[in-house]
């Protein structure tokens, strides 16, 4: 059984920073991507940024140049750190993880709110 621990997501001004972070445990997978997903209100989740296990990133359009991406592979961790919020990144925030053999898990989502 994988489970994925979130935190990191709150409340912060437009132009401020967060930092999330996803911890996967279990027995018996090799990560294959771990990554970030966003679902705002009324809208379909979608990708912001993952990170290969090869070390190979990739973001989505809106937030490339803002978020990094990075990955702690003893911890099977991953953070993403959010520089210069827009209103428009408020969003619920998933933890992706896809494993070999193939699975694929999702945490219980952080908020993430941009005051303007």
């Known amino acids: 059984q994988v489970r994925l621990v979130e935190s990191g997501g709150g409340l912060v001004q437009a132009g401020g920073s967060l930092r999330l972070s996803c911890a996967a445990s279990?027995?018996?997978?090799?990560?294959?991507?771990m990554g970030w997903y966003r679902q705002a209100p009324g809208e379909q989740r979608e990708m912001v940024a993952v990170?290969?296990?090869?070390?190979?990133?990739n973001y989505s359009d809106s937030v490339r140049g803002r978020f990094t991406i990075s990955r702690d592979n003893a911890k099977n961790t991953v953070y993403l750190q959010m520089n210069s919020l827009k209103p428009e990144d408020t969003a619920v925030y998933y933890c992706?993880?896809?494993?070999?053999?193939?699975?694929?898990?999702w945490g219980q989502g952080t908020q993430v709110t941009v005051s303007s």
């Open positions: 990170v290969a296990r090869d070390g190979s990133t």
């Open positions: 279990g027995r018996g997978f090799s990560i294959l991507t």
């Open positions: 992706n993880l896809k494993t070999v053999p193939w699975s694929n898990f």
